[in-house]
């Protein structure tokens, strides 16, 4: 199955338990496969440096490079301006489209609200788990 992890789900999963570690741990265990771009991972970087968990300048690079190694990188063909609200988050659907992802899973009410987008569903954490 293959999915796009919002920067919430990943900064959740690394900090806390929950729904969203429950999904990094699917990942590593190999039964998703995570599609990313380098604006997920730039994002997932700036904020990680700025957290109010403080992490090591090594464990964010561990953290970047493990989303390069393990997740399908994909360079969107096209621009997309479906969210207006926060048109920063087109990136997810960029990629989500590029990847031929099944699913978006997020926190993001901007990305929520759409509820699908070219047969990809887009998801909070919560009901990921729940579906699969």
């Given at each position: 199955?293959?999915?796009?992890?919002?920067?919430?789900?990943?900064?959740?999963?690394?900090?806390?338990?929950?729904?969203?570690?429950?999904?990094l741990?699917?990942?590593?265990?190999?039964?998703?496969?995570?599609?990313?771009?380098?604006?997920?991972?730039?994002?997932?970087?700036?904020?990680?440096?700025?957290?109010?968990?403080?992490?090591?300048?090594?464990?964010?690079t561990?953290?970047e490079?493990?989303?390069?190694?393990?997740?399908?990188?994909?360079?969107?063909?096209?621009?997309?301006?479906?969210?207006?609200?926060?048109?920063?988050?087109?990136k997810?659907?960029?990629?989500?489209?590029?990847?031929?992802?099944?699913?978006?899973?997020?926190?993001?009410?901007?990305?929520?609200?759409?509820?699908?987008?070219?047969?990809?569903?887009?998801?909070?954490?919560?009901?990921?788990?729940?579906?699969?």
């Open positions: 199955m293959k999915v796009v992890l919002d920067t919430n789900v990943l900064i959740s999963g690394i900090h806390w338990k929950g729904d969203s570690n429950q999904i741990r699917k990942w590593f265990n190999k039964e998703l496969e995570v599609i990313s771009s380098l604006p997920i991972i730039e994002e997932l970087v700036r904020i990680l440096m700025s957290f109010k968990v403080p992490m090591t300048p090594e464990d964010i561990a953290w490079d493990l989303i390069l190694e393990k997740s399908i990188i994909v360079i969107p063909d096209n621009k997309l301006e479906i969210i207006k609200d926060d048109p920063d988050d087109n997810f659907l960029e990629a989500a489209v590029q990847g031929k992802a099944e699913f978006i899973i997020s926190q993001d009410k901007h990305l929520l609200k759409i509820i699908e987008y070219e047969r990809i569903k887009i998801v909070h954490p919560k009901d990921f788990i729940k579906m699969i």
